[in-house]
C-alpha cells in the first residue's frame, strides 16, 4: 500500500496515527502542499480531488477522505479495535468522529482559510479555486470556543471520547484540538476535563509521528 501523507497537515495526520496504532506496514510518498505539489498532474490522476490523505492499495484502487480510510484500516487489521466492537460501540465512536470533523475541524478550517494570507484563492480544499470570505473566521471562532466547551463537556463523564477505550474518535480530536493552534485557539483554563484527556492522548507514541 502506498499512503499520501503530508507532514505538517492535520487531515493525514489523522490517517497517519491510525496507521501507527495498527502497527500496519506501509509505504508513505509526501506530498508538499506548501509548494503545490498537490495540483500537479501526477497528483491529480491519483485524486481528482487534489487532497490528502489518500490510500492506494496494491491493486491499484484509490481511496480518499479520512473515515473512509479509517474503515479500510480497521477490517484489514481489527487489533486493536479502534472503531469499537459492539453496535453500540461503533455507533457512539461514530458519532462523536464526526462531530470532531463537523463541529471542530471545519470550523478551524473556515478561520484559517479565510484568513490566512498563503491561502488566498483557496478558501475551500479541492481543485477549484475560491476567494476567501474573512467574515466566516468570525463564525470560525465562535465555532472552536463552543467545539472546545463540547468536548470538556462529554470527557467529564467519559475517559475518552468515544467511552473507556481509545478511539479513532479520540485520534481525529487530539488532531483537531493540535490543529486550533494554527488559528491561536487553545484549550480554556476551565476546560480541566479536555486538559486531562489532550495531555492523555499526546502521549501516545502515534500523537508524536
Known sequence: MKFYDCQPAPSPRRVRMM????????????????NGEHLKDWFRRINPRSEVPVLELDDGTVITESVAIYRYLEEIQPEPALMGRTP???????????????????????????????????????????????????RGRRRVTEFMQTLDARLAHSRYLGGDQFSVADISGVVVVDFAGWIKATIPDD?????????????????KL
Not at 500496519?24 to 506548501?34: F, N, P, Q, S
Not at 463537523?102 to 480544499?125: D, H, P
Not at 476546560?191 to 500523537?207: F, G, M
Open 191 to 207: 476546560c480541566l476535563h479536555l486538559k486531562r484527556w489532550h495531555e492523555e492522548v499526546s502521549a501516545r507514541p502515534s500523537a
Open 19 to 34: 496507521i501507527a496504532e495498527k502497527g500496519i506496514a506501509v509505504d508513505k510518498i509526501e506530498v508538499d502542499l506548501r
Open 88 to 138: 453500540k460501540e461503533k455507533a457512539v465512536i461514530a458519532m462523536w468522529d464526526h462531530k470532531v470533523e463537523i463541529e471542530g475541524f471545519f470550523a478551524v478550517a473556515e478561520v484559517l482559510r479565510n484568513t490566512a494570507k498563503g491561502f488566498a484563492g483557496r478558501a475551500i480544499t479541492g481543485p477549484q479555486s475560491y476567494a476567501q470570505i474573512p467574515e466566516l473566521a468570525e
